[in-house]
């Protein structure tokens, strides 16, 4: 009888057990789960921060180097809501609905091209970062740009597992007086700014420090998830004049010596192999153009510049906030960019220098000349698929998590955006759902980078990775990337290069290995046919058909 019983009370405490998780189904007991916060800056060129090599003042993202890792070759996604839609499902653009871009605030069927792969907007088939980590018992919350879907409020923040939301709801906006359409959000509601100090940056990161706080005093133990995306320093140049000040004049030489300059530290500090030639330059000489021409480009340079170092202080802001509540050391901080320097819209700039510190504007951009700088030593922009295009410094912190001998350590293996899902999944100990809110889920593409925080030396992409933007495609397996350029009425124009003897992309192989570029290339249609990408050209037809 004794027996009976206590075999009755240890199946009853199992099924206590078994119902407190399945209320939760991803759940875990374990409450030592650390706080995770990818913070995303917007149209930064790889060598822009001092710990890529840049002249510009980041001590803050220097900290979080120094104490932690520094990947060299991590990738995005080309362009802005393709790199978020990437980052935040773990799968590949196209997969989330977002082959292309999000459909504008001024026009509901701006993106969408009648497929689900080009929908314009988030989709239904993916789950976020949030939603995954939400349903495992975390708080979670966004501030920043969000650039995912703008008419369709089933897949904004709060409709995708966000539990607080602060910032845009679409892509650029003012600095210093977001308006219609370009509003402030707050949760689902915009909201008018009528702050003569009100900076984005600053705001971005109050909210942020505000979501923590609210989450810590309502329950100590759960931890949290925050993406912090900021809009700097995407257009319009926009930034506090004490910090404009810091920079202007320091850009007199002109870029073809900071690209010289940044060439040789990334050299010293081992970011780049001493033998990969300097990408050629597309650029106007600097000593072509007039001492007013100079001064004004040295102006729009300093605006920049002073856009990532007040983005790095407001970066010190929320590092001092969590060593104050002392949890630092059991946070994961991800520092990334959502794809190369901008060359949008003209060589020398856009928008009236008129505008120059001023709080008005919008497409008011450094143009094409400096962003050759800013991605020093790669070649090409936002927007194509070349290393300059995706190429993105990659930072991750956690003093709890990465091994003592391995902080400030430099790691050289590959990875790209949905392995920060697979980490994020990882780090909550739950599991990648097959089935979410009744849909379908796509599968996961990335790969947890966590082994390496441990000091794995196992390459973590086993299997290539895939891109394709605009009609720009690339493949990377293991030390070959096969990479094609956009070229109407082109199909052929292939290019290959071993990226480890090679990342500047000079030396073209595809002559020397056909055998290699036709298995990559057999790659590529086979990825692009089972991931619907539709040729570029066939995009450009339907966007002409709109238009007519």
């Not at 650029?283 to 856009?307: F, G, N, T």
């Not at 590092?319 to 104050?324: F, M, N, P, Y």
């Not at 030396?457 to 495609?473: A, C, D, V």
Request: with cysteine; hydrophobic share 35%.
């Amino acid at each position: 009888m004794k027996s009976t019983k206590k075999l009755l009370l240890i199946i009853s405490t199992c099924l206590i057990l078994i119902s407190c998780i399945s209320k939760n189904e991803s759940a875990t007991i374990n409450e030592n789960r650390p706080n995770i916060i990818v913070i995303l800056s917007d149209d930064m060129g790889y060598s822009d921060i001092a710990p890529y090599g840049g002249e510009i003042d980041t001590p803050n993202l220097n900290f979080l180097a120094e104490e932690g890792l520094k990947f060299t070759q991590f990738y995005n996604a080309a362009r802005c809501c393709p790199t978020r839609a990437s980052l935040l499902t773990g799968t590949y653009p196209h997969e989330a609905g977002i082959g292309h871009m999000t459909n504008p605030p001024k026009d509901v069927n701006g993106h969408n091209y009648g497929v689900p792969e080009y929908q314009g907007k988030l989709s239904s088939n993916v789950v976020t970062i949030a939603e995954v980590l939400q349903k495992a018992g975390y708080s979670t919350f966004i501030s920043g740009k969000w650039h995912l879907s703008f008419f369709d409020k089933k897949q904004w923040p709060l409709q995708r597992g966000f539990d607080k939301f602060y910032g845009f709801i679409s892509g650029a906006g003012n600095y210093f007086k977001p308006e219609a359409p370009r509003f402030i959000f707050e949760g689902n509601v915009p909201i008018n700014i009528n702050d003569e100090d009100y900076y984005t940056t600053d705001a971005f990161t109050d909210k942020a420090i505000e979501y923590i706080e609210s989450a810590k005093t309502e329950n100590q133990q759960k931890p949290f998830f925050l993406y912090l995306s900021y809009n700097a320093p995407h257009w319009p140049l926009q930034a506090p004049k004490e910090d404009i000040d810091k920079y202007r004049g320091k850009y007199m030489k002109g870029w073809e010596n900071l690209r010289m300059e940044r060439y040789n530290r990334m050299k010293e500090m081992g970011l780049i192999d001493a033998s990969w030639e300097l990408s050629y330059d597309d650029i106007v000489s600097w000593d072509s153009l007039s001492d007013e021409k100079r001064k004004e480009m040295d102006h729009r340079m300093a605006i920049y510049a002073a856009m990532i170092d007040r983005m790095d202080q407001n970066i010190g802001r929320l590092i001092e906030d969590l060593k104050k509540k002392k949890l630092l050391d059991n946070t994961v901080i991800m520092f990334l960019n959502d794809n190369g320097a901008c060359a949008e819209f003209d060589m020398l700039g856009s928008g009236p220098k008129d505008q120059l510190e001023t709080k008005e504007g919008y497409a008011l951009s450094y143009g094409k000349a400096w962003a050759n700088a800013s991605n020093t030593p790669y070649r090409s922009y936002k927007h194509w698929v070349h290393e300059g295009g995706i190429g993105t410094p990659f930072i991750v912190h956690w003093p709890n998590g990465i091994a003592e001998n391995l902080k400030g350590a430099t790691i050289n293996q590959y990875g790209f955006l949905p392995d920060i899902m697979a980490t994020c999944q990882e780090l909550a100990n739950t599991r990648y759902p097959d089935v979410f809110n009744g849909n379908q889920i796509k599968k996961l593409s990335g790969k947890s980078l966590t082994p390496l925080f441990s000091g794995s030396t196992e390459q973590i992409h086993k299997e290539p990775i895939f891109w394709e933007h605009e009609g720009n495609k690339a493949v990377r397996s293991g030390d070959f990337k096969l990479v094609q350029e956009w070229e109407k009425g082109v199909s052929d124009n292939w290019e290959l290069y071993n990226i480890s003897e090679d990342r500047t992309e000079m030396n073209n192989l595809i002559s020397e290995l056909p055998e290699k570029a036709n298995e990559m290339i057999l790659m590529y249609k086979k990825w692009a046919k089972a991931t619907g990408v539709i040729p570029w050209n066939e995009v450009e037809k339907i966007i002409q058909e709109k238009n007519n």
